[in-house]
Nanobody, 120 residues
Framework: QVQLVESGGGLVQAGDSLRLSCAIT????????MAWFRQAPGLEREFVAA??????FTSYQDSVKGRFTVSRDTAAVSLQMTSLKPEDTAVYYC???????????????WGQGTQVTVSS
């Protein structure tokens, strides 16, 4: 059974950096798109970034372009976040899908989420 387990969240100040990791167990998921989503209180879950099996394809939400970098190997996917802003505060989830999409409904494997809080 495929499991995704996120780690690396925490409380940081605006301008700081943070690296999130998502360990993939039960399968390499090598043929799947791996993505990061986030959800702030009272808001819908939104797409943050995605990458394909070898990292040759990446996609980012406009608000994080130039600040966040997604990367992966066969056993994990990471999200390096720099120049963090208070509006980046959310629970961050990793997810897997057979095809690329920015819609959460396309993804059929999800981690439990990790909290990122950015203070001003």
């Amino acid at each position: 059974q495929v499991q995704l387990v996120e780690s690396g969240g925490g409380l940081v100040q605006a301008g700081d950096s943070l690296r999130l990791s998502c360990a993939i167990t039960g399968s390499t998921l090598s043929s799947r798109i791996m993505a990061w989503f986030r959800q702030a209180p009272g808001l819908e879950r939104e797409f943050v970034a995605a990458t394909n099996w070898n990292g040759a394809f990446t996609s980012y939400q406009d608000s994080v372009k130039g600040r966040f970098t997604v990367s992966r190997d066969t056993a994990a996917v990471s999200l390096q976040m720099t120049s963090l802003k208070p509006e980046d505060t959310a629970v961050y989830y990793c997810a897997a899908s057979q095809q690329y999409s920015t819609s959460p409904g396309t993804y059929n494997y999800w981690g439990q989420g990790t909290q990122v809080t950015v203070s001003s």
